[in-house]
């Protein structure tokens, strides 16, 4: 069961199809015409960041998870049609911060890597005093 990030568009971050509670997941996007910015099919990298963030969130699942740092490389281009595989792992765990390693592959080969450092709050971001 998804806890976290349960209103988010799969349209634009992708889909769950595999949760293994605090310790992984694997996030599918299919890429759409909506998301090029070229006449060439060129898919923003924001895209695959959304899906690897959305990854990510869902391998820690917790409602209150939010994303305090990434260290990201695109390797390959990603274009409009691609089927994009984002596989999270969270490798380390101290206290409240979640360290996530996540790789998304394009036809199994890696087109995205990252680390995400992922921290679960005490409440909800936005209900937190400032």
Do not use: W
């Not at 070229?38 to 939010?66: I, R, W």
């Not at 080969?109 to 990252?114: N, P, S």
């Amino acid at each position: 069961m998804i806890l976290t990030h349960q209103k988010i568009d799969e349209t634009i971050s992708g889909k769950c199809v595999d949760l293994i509670h605090g310790k992984r997941s694997i996030v599918v996007l299919k890429t759409q015409d909506f998301m090029k910015v070229d006449d060439k099919g060129l898919v923003h990298g924001g895209f695959t960041f959304s899906l690897a963030d959305y990854a990510a969130m869902v391998a820690v699942n917790h409602p209150n998870v939010v994303l305090y740092k990434a260290e990201v490389k695109f390797k390959l281009p990603v274009k409009v049609g691609d089927t994009l595989v984002a596989k999270a792992r969270v490798y380390r765990r101290i206290k409240n911060r979640y360290f996530v390693e996540v790789q998304v592959l394009k036809d199994d080969k890696v087109a995205f890597i990252g680390k995400f450092l992922c921290i679960v709050l005490e409440s909800h971001v936005l209900d937190l005093k400032k």
